[in-house]
């Protein structure tokens, strides 16, 4: 059984999901660590798991040293909407054990200024016939890290980047307890 730590900065969409298949013998959530105020803290202490706020703007070059001193008998780190760049060192401590979920076919739209709805305008922009997105290991290189898995979406003709979104965030609340299951699997 693997015991995850969850980084968040938003809504929380992703935890819910990893929450909800929570209920087997893969993995478990230990902590849920935000790097701001947001609406994810409340689900996760509605679910009973331990949610801890340190603030981005409080801690500045201390964050990750903060965060690092909640991760007591950690397997796995998933940033699941998490919006701060992670430190080099906090990289390097945890190597290939901090995952993270974009929303795009990676190599494909990432990279800095691309997170948010901002991925799918670039994808429209494009004139893409598919989308999707993306599990990766977290290295130094902003979402350039080995992809683990992958979902795809069609791309329609008259898609705003509202609705792609959408359209993608359902194969992501798919793929993230996927992918925490397969690598439970692998140790
Ligand atoms: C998701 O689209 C995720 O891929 C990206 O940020 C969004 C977070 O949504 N990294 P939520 O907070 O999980 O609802």
New binding site residues.
Partial sequence: MLRIAVL??????????LIESQDNNYYKIDVVIADRK???LNIAENAGIKAVLIDRKLYKDELFKKIDEELSNIDLVV?????SIVDSNFIAKWANKII????SLLPKFGGKGM??IH?HEAVIANKEKESG?TVHYVTDTIDGGDIIMQARVEVKEDDTPEIL?KR??VE??KLLPATVKKLSQAV
């Fill in positions: 968040i900065s938003g809504g929380g969409s992703n935890l819910k999901s947001c609406g994810g940033l699941a909407g998490f919006l993270n979920i974009h929303p997170y948010g991925v997105c979104q993608v965030l992501e609340h």
